[in-house]
C-alpha cells in the first residue's frame, strides 16, 4: 500500500479535529457561557457525539475482525453494544441527568454520603478508563503500521500527543461540535467503500482486480469450527455489554448536555437510531473480508480488514481514495474515544488528588493518557473487539451496580456500595488474570475468560445483602436526592436560569 | 481561566464581574451547585409532604417496573431468536436474496426490535411523567 495515503489521511483528521475543535471555541466564547450553550444543543448534535464518542476501535476496525476469525457468533458484539445503549435509556439516562452529578464519583457522594465511596468509585472509574485507552492504542499501532510500513510505537504515541494536545489547549471545549463530526465522517468512511465495493461484488458497475468472481461462491461460509462459541460464553458476553456501557465513564458526561431528563431519553432513542445504521458496515466488511481476504485471519491480524478491503478490490485512483477514507474514519475512532476518556478520567484524578484547579487538570490528562500508553507499548494487541469486551465485563461487575442500585433502591448504603463494587472488581480481575494461564481444554476456560455472567451477580447480591446488614449506614438526603433522580422538571417552557 | 468542564468540587469563589463581551465560562459541575433550585413545584410537593411523598415512592416504582417489563421483554425475545437459531434445523439453510437467516437475523433482524422497545420506553415512560404532574397539579 502506498504510505502516502495512510499519511495524509490521518494529518487530514488531525488537522480537521483541530480546526473544529478551535471554531466551536469561539462560537461557544461568543454566544453565551459555555454550559448553556451546551444546554441548547439539539438532540440530533448531541446524539451525533454521542455516537461519535463511543463508536471506538471495537466497533470501527474490532467487530469486522471478529467476524474473519469466528463469524456468525461476532454478530454478537454490535448487538451487544447497541443494546448496552438500550439498559443505558431504560435505567440510567433520564435520572442521572436529573442528578446534576458530572462523573460517576460525583453521583457515588452525592447518593451516598459518603467521601470514602467516592475514593473507591473514582479509583474504579480510572481503571475502566485506563483499559479502555489501551485497545484504542493497540487500534492506532496497527492503522499505522499496515497503512504507512511505521513502527507500531508511532501510532500509540501520535494519539496520545494529539489527544494530550488537544485537551490541554482547551480544544475540547467545544467537543460536542468534535464528536458530532466524527461520528458522520467514521459512518461516512465505512459506508462509502462499503457501497462501492457492494457495486463491484455484484457486478452491477466495473470488475474486480482479480476478474469476476468464480460461479457459485459461498459469501457465507459456515464458521469453523462449526457452532463457535458456547451458549454460556454467548450468554455472558451479553451480560457484559448489556450492562458494561452505563458505567462507562466517559458516556455519562456526554448525557449531561441535555437540558433535561426527557431530552436525555430522546437523545438516547437518536443514538440507537444512529448505532442500528453504523454497525450494518463492520457486518459487511467482516462478510466480504471473509471471501476475498482469508489470509489476515492466519497471519493474525484481521483487525486490519477493514484497512485493506477497500484497496484490496477496488484498483487505481479509486482504491486509494476509498483506503484514505477508511484510514481518517479509523483514526476519528481512535482520537474521539481516547480524547473523550482523558477528559473525564481527568475530571475524576484533578478533583481527587489535584484539589481541581485548571493546572492540577492538566497534569491529570497527561497521566490519564500516558498510563495506558505505557501498558499499550508493553502488551500485544489481542482481538480488539474481545479485549474491550473484557472492560465492559469490569464496568458491569462494579460501576453498574453502583448505578443501578443507587438509582432505583432507597436502602443502598455506602458499606455496601464499596463492598460490592470490590468484589466485582476483585473477581472479574482475577477471572481474566486466570483464564490467561489456564490450558485451552480446561472446562474452566469460558468460565473464566467471559466472568460477567457470575461477577455482575455476586457484585449485585453483595451491594444488597451487605446494605440490608448495615441500614444505620443510610444517607439521611438519599430519599431528597432519589426524588430529584425521578420527578419531572419544569416543563421546558421555563427557560434555562439567565445569568 | 477556568475551563474544560473540570467537575470542582469545591464552589468557585466569586470573581470580579467579567469584562462585557465576555461571559465566564464556568465548569458544569460547579455550576449545578450554584444554580438555583430548578426544583418545581412538583418537587416541592414531594418532598413536603407525606402524601407527596408517597406519590414519589409510587412514581419511582411505576418507572421501575416499567423499564423491568421492557428489558425482560427485550431479553426475552433476544432469547427466543437464539433458541431459534440452535435448535430449529432448517432455518439456517433458509436463505432470503442469498443471505442466509441467522446472518440476516443477528446482523440486521434484531436492531428494528431495539428501536421498537426503544420507542415504546419513551413513550410510556413520558406518560407516566405527565400523569404524575396532573396528580401534583390538581392537589
Redesign the interface.
Known amino acids: 500500500m502506498n504510505p502516502a495515503v495512510g499519511f495524509t489521511a490521518v494529518i487530514a483528521v488531525s488537522v480537521i479535529t483541530a480546526l473544529i475543535g478551535i471554531y466551536g471555541l469561539r462560537v ?2 461568543t454566544t ?4 448553556v450553550a ?1 444546554r441548547t444543543v439539539r438532540p440530533w448534535w448531541n446524539a451525533s457525539a454521542i455516537g461519535g464518542e463511543y463508536l471506538s476501535a471495537a466497533s470501527f476496525l474490532g467487530i469486522a475482525g471478529l467476524i474473519m476469525i469466528s463469524g ?1 457468533d461476532a ?2 458484539f454490535p ?1 451487544g453494544y ?2 448496552g445503549y ?2 443505558l ?3 440510567v439516562a ?1 435520572p442521572l441527568r436529573r442528578s ?4 460517576i464519583p ?1 453521583f457515588a457522594e452525592a447518593r451516598l454520603g459518603s467521601t470514602g465511596a467516592r475514593r473507591v468509585t473514582s479509583i474504579l472509574v480510572v481503571m475502566v478508563g485506563w483499559l479502555y485507552i489501551v485497545p484504542q492504542l493497540h487500534g492506532a499501532a496497527l492503522t499505522i503500521r499496515t497503512t504507512t510500513g511505521l513502527p507500531s510505537w508511532v501510532g500509540a504515541v501520535a494519539v496520545v500527543v494529539i489527544v494530550c494536545l488537544t ?1 490541554m489547549t ?1 480544544g ?2 467545544s ?1 460536542t461540535f468534535v464528536q458530532a463530526f466524527q461520528f458522520w465522517l467514521k459512518l461516512t468512511a465505512l459506508a462509502v467503500p462499503a457501497f462501492f465495493i457492494l457495486l463491484l461484488v455484484t457486478g452491477t458497475a466495473g470488475t474486480l482486480p482479480g476478474g469476476p468472481l468464480p460461479a457459485g461462491t459461498d ?2 461460509p459456515p464458521s469453523n469450527p462449526p457452532g463457535g462459541g458456547s ?1 454460556y460464553t ?1 450468554l455472558s458476553l ?1 451480560v457484559a455489554l448489556l450492562f458494561g456501557t452505563l458505567g462507562l465513564p466517559h458516556v455519562l ?1 456526554r448525557f ?1 448536555t441535555n437540558p433535561d431528563g ?1 431530552a436525555a ?2 437523545t ?2 437518536i443514538v ?2 444512529l448505532l ?1 445504521i453504523f ?2 458496515f463492520p ?1 459487511i466488511f467482516g ?1 466480504l473480508g471473509r471471501v476475498f481476504l482469508p489470509g489476515l485471519a492466519e497471519e493474525g491480524t484481521p483487525d486490519a480488514t477493514v484497512l485493506l478491503l477497500p484497496g484490496a478490490l477496488v484498483g487505481g485512483m479509486g482504491g486509494s481514495l476509498l483506503t484514505a477514507l477508511v484510514v481518517a474514519g479509523a483514526f476519528a475512532a481512535f482520537l474521539s474515544t481516547t480524547s473523550g476518556l482523558v ?1 473525564s478520567l ?3 484524578i ?2 481527587d488528588l489535584l484539589g ?1 484547579s ?1 493546572r492540577g ?1 492538566r497534569i491529570a490528562a497527561v497521566g490519564a493518557a500516558v498510563v495506558p500508553l505505557v501498558v499499550a507499548l508493553g502488551t500485544d494487541s489481542l482481538a480488539l473487539a474481545g479485549t474491550v469486551g473484557l472492560v465492559f465485563a469490569f464496568t458491569a461487575s462494579t460501576v453498574c451496580p453502583l448505578l443501578l442500585l443507587g438509582i ?1 433502591w432507597r436502602g443502598l448504603t455506602d458499606a455496601g456500595a464499596v463492598a460490592g463494587m470490590v468484589v466485582g472488581g476483585v473477581l472479574c480481575g482475577a477471572a481474566i488474570m486466570l483464564a490467561a494461564r489456564v490450558g485451552v481444554d480446561s472446562g474452566w476456560r469460558d468460565v473464566l475468560a467471559q466472568p460477567a455472567a457470575w461477577t455482575v451477580p455476586a457484585s449485585f447480591i453483595t451491594m444488597v445483602l451487605v446494605s440490608l446488614a448495615t441500614p444505620r449506614r443510610r444517607s439521611p438526603g438519599a ?2 436526592f ?3 433522580l ?6 421546558l417552557a421555563h427557560p434555562g ?1 439567565s445569568r | ?10 464552589p468557585v469563589p466569586p470573581a470580579a464581574p467579567p469584562a462585557a463581551g ?8 460547579s ?3 450554584h ?2 433550585e ?6 416541592e410537593v ?2 413536603q409532604s407525606a402524601v407527596g ?1 408517597v406519590m ?1 415512592r409510587s ?2 416504582r411505576s ?2 417496573r416499567l ?1 423491568l417489563v ?2 425482560f421483554g ?1 431479553m426475552a425475545a ?1 432469547f427466543i431468536g ?1 433458541m431459534v437459531l ?1 435448535w430449529v434445523p432448517g432455518f439456517s439453510a433458509w436463505r432470503i436474496l ?3 437467516a ?2 440476516l437475523m ?3 433482524g ?3 426490535v ?2 421498537a ?3 415504546l ?2 413513550r410510556a ?2 406518560k407516566n ?1 405527565n400523569q ?2 396532573d396528580l401534583v397539579e390538581e392537589k
Not at chain 1, 32 to 35: E, H
Not at chain 1, 486 to 491: C, M, T
Not at chain 2, 22 to 29: F, I, N
Not at chain 2, 38 to 43: A, D, M, P, R, W
Request: hydrophobic share 45%; net charge positive; proline share 7%.
Open positions: 461557544s466564547r453565551s457561557d459555555f454550559y451546551s456468525l454478530l454478537w448487538i447497541t443494546a438500550l439498559m435509556l431504560f435505567f433520564a446534576g452529578a458530572y462523573t460525583d485537551v482547551g475540547m471545549r467537543i459469501f457465507f451458549m454467548t451479553l458526561v449531561y426527557a431519553r430522546r438516547t432513542l440507537l437510531g442500528s454497525y450494518l457486518t462478510v477528559v481527568a475530571g475524576v484533578s478533583q481541581g485548571v487538570f432505583w430519599a431528597r432519589m426524588s430529584k425521578h420527578v419531572p422538571e419544569r416543563p436560569p | 481561566m477556568n475551563d474544560d468542564g473540570v467537575p470542582q468540587s469545591q465576555r461571559v465566564r465560562v464556568v465548569a458544569p459541575g455550576q449545578a451547585r444554580l438555583p430548578l426544583t418545581s413545584v412538583s418537587q414531594a418532598e411523598e414519589v412514581l419511582i418507572q421501575l423499564s421492557v428489558a427485550f433476544l437464539t440452535r442469498g443471505i442466509p441467522p446472518w443477528l446482523g440486521a434484531v436492531y428494528p431495539i428501536g422497545c426503544a420507542w420506553y419513551v415512560a413520558t411523567e404524575y404532574r
